[in-house]
């Protein structure tokens, strides 16, 4: 593709357009790359933020850039997923490389970042077929120590002191989220309605702050090409100042989703599988970090079954509106009702406890 090529993105209709032209000159004003020509294609994967592989003669670079349109706020915050990728570089967490961040709307349209392209696998399935039971363990440790190293990252250490507000997590994220649903609800979910009424009555005391990435999951990692070590964890967007074990129980939402339904192991043979039950993969992320409090866990994973069902939603409407990056975004979006009914059960268990 030459750089004069108008190179047009999206699925159900174009998200926008940007002159490779324009992508071109720029690198090559950046001192990231000196090749003429530039090709580009879209990279599968992901609902949210548009992603590229660039490739210019022998150089490969990934550009993820904002989508264009109307937005919602604070969402699509590529700015922020270039900052705490950027303070991350040196520390146990695998980060890829980057190269520029830029906030010229006549380069690709909207605010862009280049990084480095990392060639490993993506995992998708959680049950990871055709991996034998030693192998499905080690991706499971790797993934346990992954999460565990970013939540031990100091913030005031690599620069992140401001990234977020510390305190009131749970606070503060069901209203955002509880906006962000009646926002872009393409439909009533009475349970969905349910939990916006109980999450804030029942956010248990006490309170941590770490880092925490927000979208932690098995194929937002790149593993290395045949070990199961992570060379790279990706899509920083809804990365902040959090509770720690808010987003540890994110990851660990796959436990509690059937297979059947979604990006679940729920339901499966773990143990002929290989995969951890959960009890010894939380026990397993305490040893490493010391954070207790899993005795509020259901609460956990019903404010995070909620925050789901809502980004979800979010997504639902970005299909509606045909500004969705994904070719499966409407029956992404569909996933809502189901896991906000999954949230409500857990959300009702975790009261009956407290009885």
């Known amino acids: 593709m030459s750089t004069d090529k108008t190179q047009a993105i999206g699925s159900e209709g174009t998200l926008g357009q940007f002159k490779t032209e324009n992508l071109a000159q720029w690198l ?107 192998e499905r ?73 770490s880092i925490v990435h927000g979208d932690y999951r098995l194929d937002n990692l790149v593993f290395h090409p045949t070990e199961p070590r992570a060379i790279g964890l990706l899509d920083w967007e809804l990365a902040t100042l959090g509770h720690p074990l808010a987003d540890f ?14 990006r679940g192991i729920g339901g499966l043979d773990l143990a002929a599988l290989g995969i951890p039950a959960e009890s010894d993969y939380v026990e397993r992320y305490t040893a490493a970090t010391g954070f207790a409090g899993q005795e509020h866990w259901d609460f956990y994973i019903a404010y995070n079954l909620f925050r789901m ?15 969705a990056s994904a070719s499966d975004a409407k029956e992404t979006g569909n996933k809502a009702r189901p896991l906000a009914d999954i949230g409500w059960e857990y959300a009702q268990r975790y009261e009956r406890s407290r009885r």
Not at 44 to 57: D, E, I, R, W, Y
Not at 249 to 262: D, V
Not at 316 to 322: D, M, P, V, W
């Open 28 to 134: 090559r004003e950046q001192g990231i790359t000196q090749a003429e020509k530039l090709s580009c294609q879209p990279l599968t994967g992901g609902q949210s933020n548009p992603t590229f592989l660039l490739t210019s003669g022998s150089q490969q670079l990934v550009l993820r850039k904002k989508p264009p349109g109307v937005l919602l706020a604070s969402a699509h915050a590529v700015d922020r997923e270039y900052r705490v990728m950027q303070a991350l570089q040196k520390s146990d967490v695998p980060v890829p490389k980057l190269y520029a961040f830029s906030d010229d709307l006549n380069v690709v349209g909207t605010p862009f970042y280049i990084m480095e392209f990392l060639k490993g696998r993506v995992l998708v399935d959680q049950s990871l077929p055709g991996m034998n039971r030693e």
């Open 249 to 262: 129980a994110y990851h660990c939402m796959s436990w509690h989703i059937p297979a059947t339904l979604w």
């Open 137 to 209: 363990g080690a991706i499971y440790a790797e993934m346990n120590r992954v999460i565990s190293s970013l939540h031990q990252v100091d913030p005031n250490a690599v620069g992140l002191e401001t990234f977020g507000k510390p305190g009131n997590y749970f606070q503060r994220q069901i209203a955002r989220w509880s906006r962000q649903y009646l926002e872009s609800n393409t439909e009533n979910i009475e349970s969905l309605h349910a939990l916006i009424e109980w999450l804030p009555a029942n956010i248990p005391e006490g309170d941590q702050t």
């Open 309 to 323: 069902a809502a980004i979800l939603q979010g997504i639902a409407k970005r299909a509606a509106n045909g500004t």
